[in-house]
Structure formats: C-alpha cells, structure tokens
C-alpha cells in the first residue's frame, strides 16, 4: 500500500503539473493571477487524497474537501487529457505560423471544453434508470421461462454516495417484483464501521429467491471478512467459492459466486472448481463473478450465464478505450462459446460522481428458451 500510494501520488503530481503548464506556464501569465491558479490547483491536489483517506479510514472531514475532491478528479482528467492533446497541435501551429497567441487559444480552449464536458459528465450520474435485457438459454427448462435476475454492482457506497442513494436503487429494484437479486460486488468504499448506517438500506431488498452477493476489488480495500459478515447480517446470501440450489416452480437452478482476484486475506481467492463442485447435473448455472475476466473459465465449466462488473462501462469517455484494453469485455451482453456473460456499467460510479458515454443501470436479466 505504500508503494501503491508513492506512486499514485507522484503520477497524480505530474498529472497536475501538466495542467499547469498548459494553463499557466505556456500562456505566461504572472504576478497575481499566476499565484491563484497556482494555489487553486494545490488546494485540489491536497483535497483528493484527503477525501480518499477519509473514507478508507474512516476520519471525518469537512463536506466540502470530498465534495471538491471527488469533481476535480473528473475535471482533472479531462483538463489532462486536453491538455496533453493539444501540445502537439500548439507546437505545429507555432511551427507554420509564428508569432500567432496559440498557447493562449489552447489554454481557453482547454479549459473550457474541460469545464463544459464535466458538468456534462456530472448530470449523468444520478439514480440509475432500468435497463432490461432478455437471455436466450439454449435447453432452458419451461418453468423457468420469465426468471427474473435484478442485478446491481459497483454502486462504491461511500465516496459520493449515501445512504438516499441505497434507498432509491433498493426502492426502484424492489418494484421490479424479480426472482433473484445478483449482487456482483464493489459496494463499498470504506469500512463496516464507517458505512455500516448508509449499507443498512440493502436489508429491505426483496424478490422471490433472495438476495447474492460476490466481493469485488474495493470490498478488498474496506475489509472483505468484515463486510462479508455485514452483508449476512442483512439478510443476503454471500457466495464465496459456492453455490445454492433454487427451486423455482419445480425446475432447479444454480446459483454460483467466486471472489475477486484481488483477494488479500486468509481463506480468501477466487475458486470456480470448488465454486461448481457438486451442483447438480444438467441444472442451469447463473455465475456471480465480479471480473469479466473469469469469462472463458465460465465457459469451460458449462455456465450458462455469468454476470459481472468492474468495468464502469468505462465510465468516462475515452477512459473506455483503455478499460477495454484490459478486459475482455467493456459492457453489455456477449456470446463466449456457449456461455452468455453480461457486464453491468454499474449502479453507482467511483471517484468521480460523473459518467460520460457509459450511462449507470440498475439491469434486469430475464431468462428465455432459445
């Protein structure tokens, strides 16, 4: 974790010494006007790690340092992201036209369509709409035709989502009268005793099978044991390396869970052998696996539906470019061999409260016969 810190402070430093230049040095301004763009950036630079140590340690800050925190990383990025696209344009047009202000034209450039896409980004994160997508499974027993799954994942309560936020995604799944709620991880930015009050709202989740969760990546960084227990506490199942039988008017089905790879305590890792070890023969499986990446594991092992998250969809555009560069699948419904695997984009986001070209989802999966 020390490493990890050192070296995301010093990118994060360079990120903004970036922005800098381009706003402040190469457009030369001075005296006073340098000095406060100069301070307002050092006063955003302090107030991300701050926002983020308080969640993971549970400290408490003014509202206003996470508040400010959290927007400046999405504005960060796209001033970043500008910023070092406009270098070479810059350095050309000094090149066949000199003398020409275009330092100063980049840096109005950038940081307006820097401003103008964040708080475009900004109104895209809010309460997820319902995204409903039908599952053909090839052998699909008659009874189980119209199975309804409600799956949530990454909601990363605790940045810049509260408790109003569990409350109104639990309100609107619940009036989806499913059969199963799919809990596919990455609920949590913090710990049990920070979060515990705002995490209390998944208790009222209701459908006729019940509720499953899966650890993701973060519930790693906020104590997945403890957490674990929390979510048993409430009344949801949690699937580690295992799976239950259902009985659904008189058909079975199974349903599996894995942890993360990220997994960091005793006991803990993912195992999708053990996972499947004694299910029944010929049954339907529906796979809870956080990371698109077990898809061809699933596959090899008969699944007939695996869902997952992490990927945000790659929640900011073009962030999804390089999301899909690392996983096999960025988002949506995809055929891998005779397995039918779905991402979400995510319930909630992380860091940033903003989405851009990757709009949230609360997704109802519903099982047809091919």
Known sequence: MVVFATVALAVFALVHATIWWRLVGAPGLEGAPQALATAALAVCFVSVPAALASRVFGTTLPPLVPAIGFRWVGLMFYWFILSVAAEPVVRALSLFAPGGAWPQAAAAGVAVVGVALSIYALAGARTPPVKRVDVPIHGLDPALEG???AQLSDVHLGNTIGRDFIEAIVERT???SVDLVALTGDFVDGTVAALGPAAAPFADLRSRHGS???TGNHEYFSGAGAWCTEFSRLGIT???ND???LVHDG???????????FANEPGHGPDLARALAGRGPGLPVVLLAHQPIFAEQAAHAGVSLMLSGHTHGGQLWPFSLLVSAVQPILAGLVRVADTWVYVSRGTGWWGPPMRLGAPNEITVLTLRRA
């Open 212 to 214: 499953y969760f899966v």
């Open 174 to 176: 619940n009036a989806e």
């Open 147 to 149: 199975f309804r799954i």
């Open 238 to 240: 949690v699937l580690r």
């Open 251 to 261: 058909a079975g089905l199974v349903v599996a869970g894995v942890d993360d790879p």
């Open 243 to 245: 799976h239950r039988t």
